[in-house]
């Protein structure tokens, strides 16, 4: 195996230096020269947003006065409180399993127009609960907003990454975690700017306090699914469904270059080579369902997560992503998200004002602190940033625990207690900002063969989720049934978290498939996806191009080279899902 795989580094390697001599290197001046490229990935961002501000946004109003005078138990009852939120997570966690199938049957564009739909469909069933149907139209409008809300997390990143060249799709996949970070940001702070509505009293303050956060989603929601009919269509997706003259158009648009030009015929070239690696890898391993008709592309998505189960080594790869999401939830950070004000109220904040305000510095360090991860994370790597940062979480949360414990009874006359409560508060969303938060994803993207990476990082989703919406169900009893111990839980699983993470899981950067197959003990796999890579090349005469049998030509094999490459674009890597 190791000539062969020799000689594929070198062949990926010599393509990315081509690229690179024509295009230059990725960073800021990539995104200059890919403008429309930019300006299309930040306009589908828009969906980043949405999913961002709906994770923040329910924790303000659940604090409101009017909100509470309005639904009642749901408010006042713990267990009923935690099922109102959680349900947005039930949602996302149906609308991520169904969002492969729409996105490959419809196509990337058509998939974000009904995702779109859907999440604002949500949003007009929970504008209704003023007119009497109450917590009815708020539980069933959260469930088909997080349905909506769960297809847009899971398509956006695909759709961006597939028009997007590899020298600019390392910035795109840090543009949509920021988006994500803005949308909670700016969610904390209209909040606290609506809480004034007709007062902060349950007597005074207007239902428009808690509907105004509710109804603002509809505008951008608006905004992305009439501007993304005007958007192109995946060039991947026109090519693995026949469309190629249609996705030579589509690439000539987006790189702003003439359809015959050579770039633009090595691109599309590249997407050919993928696309028919992908058909063939299920025509050997599912060959009943070789046909793309709508009941395979819905059925192979369950038999490829199912076959993952079949073998050691793949069981071991199922171990690291969904024990990874199981950690990343059990950290407490959507606890944090979706119940601050009502975690600063336990710490003596007890003006909803307050709280609310100090919900919104939750947002600002957040955002801040996940910049330094995009920026920095391939150069130190994955296991040391995200065990560093799953022992400052566990760390705060313990700290928290020792302080509440003593303070519970008495914040009036220990004040400076409860303000360092809500300091190592902020303190712990800096350290899930800069780490757990895009590096669990990154593990989970980058640990699959070529051939089984979409289904692996699917199953990844789902288990971040499902165990998304047993947090938010349970944080509201364990608050109030074993307060401090709150802490203490999510404390010793975050510790638990980085000794999963030191000592089994192993450090991607830098690692080649091959290498991934050698520590999960798989070897041969990604040799033989870069067989049949190396075949389909030759077979459409990527190779000879790439030789330079083809004058003034460069490219890099557009999904393959980030997988073989000399291991410095693992941001690129990761978007090849």
């Known amino acids: 195996m190791g000539g062969a795989d020799a000689g594929a580094g070198a062949f990926y390697d010599a393509a990315l230096h081509k690229r690179e001599t024509l295009m230059g290197k990725s960073g800021p001046s990539a995104l200059i020269k890919n403008f429309r490229v930019f300006r299309i990935a930040l306009f589908a961002c828009i969906g980043g947003v949405l999913y961002g501000y709906n994770q923040g946004m329910f924790s303000g109003i659940l604090a409101m006065p009017a909100f509470e005078r309005h639904m009642g138990e749901y408010v006042t ?15 996302a966690w149906i609308g991520t399993l169904l969002s ?36 009815d139209a708020i539980l069933a409008g959260r469930f088909i907003t997080g349905m909506g809300v769960g297809s847009l997390a899971m398509i956006i990143p695909i759709y961006n990454s597939e028009v997007a060249p590899p020298e600019v799709r390392g910035a795109l996949v840090a543009t949509q975690q920021l988006a994500i970070c803005f949308g909670i940001m700016i969610s904390f702070w209209i909040d606290y700017g609506t809480n004034f509505i007709g007062g902060t009293t349950a007597e005074t303050q207007s239902d428009a306090a808690w509907l105004t956060p509710i109804c603002l989603q509809l505008a951008p929601a608006v905004i992305l699914f009439v501007g993304m009919i005007f958007m192109p269509f995946s060039p991947r997706w026109l090519v693995h469904h026949g469309r190629e003259e249609e996705a030579r158009q589509v690439l000539s648009s987006l790189r702003g270059l003439s359809p015959d030009h050579e770039l633009v015929e090595l691109e599309f070239l590249e997407i050919k080579a993928q696309s028919l690696f992908e058909k063939r890898s299920v025509a050997e391993l599912f060959p009943n369902l070789r046909e793309q008709t709508a009941w395979n592309i819905f059925k192979l ?24 999401m199981f950690f990343q939830q059990w950290s407490g950070i959507n606890a944090v998200l979706y119940y601050a004000p009502a975690i600063f109220k336990q710490l003596g904040l007890d003006d909803t ?43 705060c949360h313990i700290i928290i625990a020792v302080i ?17 409560a809500v300091c190592m508060v902020w303190l712990f969303v800096i350290h899930f900002g800069y780490s757990w938060g895009p590096c669990a994803w990154i593990i989970v993207a980058e640990i699959w063969p070529l051939s089984t990476r979409p289904y692996g990082v699917a199953l990844g ?22 307060t401090y111990g709150t802490y203490i839980l999510f404390g010793i699983l975050t510790y638990m978290g980085a000794a999963f993470v030191w000592f089994l ?24 996806d870069f067989e049949r890579m190396a075949e389909i090349n030759n077979e459409i005469g990527l190779t000879r191009i790439l030789r330079g049998e083809h004058s003034n030509t460069t490219g890099t094999p557009y999904e393959t080279l980030p997988e073989k490459g000399n291991g410095s674009d693992h941001s690129e890597r990761i978007q090849s899902v």
């Open 404 to 420: 509440v414990a003593k303070n519970i009874d008495q914040w009036e006359s220990h004040q400076a207690a409860g303000w360092a």
């Open 505 to 528: 899981v192993p450090e991607t950067k830098r690692l080649t498939l091959e290498e991934m197959d050698i520590i999960f003990g798989s070897e041969g796999t990604a040799a033989a």
């Open 100 to 135: 492969g199938f729409i996105a490959e049957v419809l196509s990337r564009k058509y998939s974000v127009l009904v995702a779109s739909a859907v999440f604002m469909l949500g949003v007009v069933i929970q504008a209704t609960a003023i007119t009497g149907v109450g917590h």
């Open 353 to 395: 004002a307050t709280s609310l305000l100090a919900t919104g510095v939750v947002g600002i360090v957040m955002f801040l602190a996940t910049i330094p991860a995009v920026l920095w994370i391939d150069r130190v790597g994955r296991k040391p940033v995200l065990t560093v940062g799953a022992i400052g979480m566990a760390t």
């Open 461 to 482: 989703a789902s288990s971040n989720w499902m165990n998304n919406f047993i947090v938010g169900q349970v944080t509201p009893d364990m608050l109030e049934g074993i």
């Open 77 to 91: 009852d713990s267990t009923k409180k935690g099922w109102l939120t959680a349900i947005l997570e039930l949602g």
């Open 301 to 324: 998505q369950f038999v490829s997560i199912k076959k993952l189960f079949q073998t050691r080594a793949m069981v071991k790869r199922v171990v690291v992503a969904t024990v990874t």
